[in-house]
């Protein structure tokens, strides 16, 4: 099956820091899903991102399918983006996400 | 429109007996599909339900099973718990595979 390494694997941010999540894959993908974990264990769908480049508020994510690697950049951060993100692309050419172990964010007031 | 719903939300078993935990997709979605997460870990792919047939399964071992009923809810059942059975269980469904709602997950104990 596709295999996902992210980086960092650890990250502690300044409230208000910028920074960026970076997502490789081992095969092409035909879609692809960033999640936030909450420290409740909650996963929160943040983007939906087979290819290009998506903003939502202080979060964006570009995907470069053809390189296989997707980006997540968090701007002006606060505490409350704390947890672990993953990205997710699909294994086997199916659409089933398929995750790694995530970068784990810690944001500190 | 409703999210995914699972329950419960928490759960203590003993070794070698029987668990089944329940999930109730989002509003217009057909498929389901059950991860389980250990400590410190991402989500493992069990297995996905789409119209009631299992389609895709991850590496589990047959004591792990499930269903999926007409209105498209889901039940995952483990027999013969072990202890490394203890962890986070996410049910995520989805429209034919675009875009995976994930619930909050029951967190299994097993003792």
């Known amino acids: 099956g596709i295999q996902v390494e992210q980086s960092p694997p650890d990250l502690i941010l300044q409230e208000g820091a910028n920074s960026t999540l970076r997502c490789n894959f081992s095969?092409?993908?035909?879609?692809l899903q960033w999640f936030h974990q909450n420290p409740w264990g909650q996963l929160i769908n943040l983007f939906y991102?087979?290819?290009g480049t998506k903003q939502n508020g202080r979060l964006s994510a570009t995907t470069v399918a053809t390189e296989r690697y997707s980006l997540l950049y968090i701007s002006s951060s606060q505490t409350t983006d704390s947890g672990v993100y993953f990205c997710?692309?699909?294994?086997?050419?199916?659409?089933?996400?398929?995750f790694g172990r995530g970068t784990s964010l810690i944001v500190h007031p | 429109e409703t999210g995914v719903t699972q329950s419960p939300t928490h759960l203590i078993k003993t070794r070698g007996q029987q668990v089944t935990l329940r999930c109730s997709s989002q509003?217009?979605?057909?498929?389901v599909s059950w991860y389980q997460q250990a400590l410190g870990q991402g989500p493992q792919f069990i297995f996905q339900?789409?119209?009631?047939?299992?389609?895709g399964r991850g590496n589990f071992p047959p004591r792990f099973s499930g269903l999926q009923f007409p209105n498209y809810s889901s039940e995952l059942n483990v027999n013969a718990l072990e202890l490394d059975d203890s962890a986070l269980y996410l049910c995520?469904?989805?429209?034919?595979?675009?875009?995976?709602?994930f619930g909050s997950g029951t967190r299994l104990t097993v003792v």
């Open positions: 995520a469904s989805s429209l034919s595979g675009y875009g995976y709602t």
């Open positions: 095969d092409s993908v035909n879609n």
């Open positions: 339900y789409y119209r009631e047939e299992e389609n």
């Open positions: 509003s217009g979605h057909n498929t």
């Open positions: 997710a692309p699909p294994s086997g050419g199916s659409y089933i996400p398929t």
């Open positions: 991102i087979p290819s």
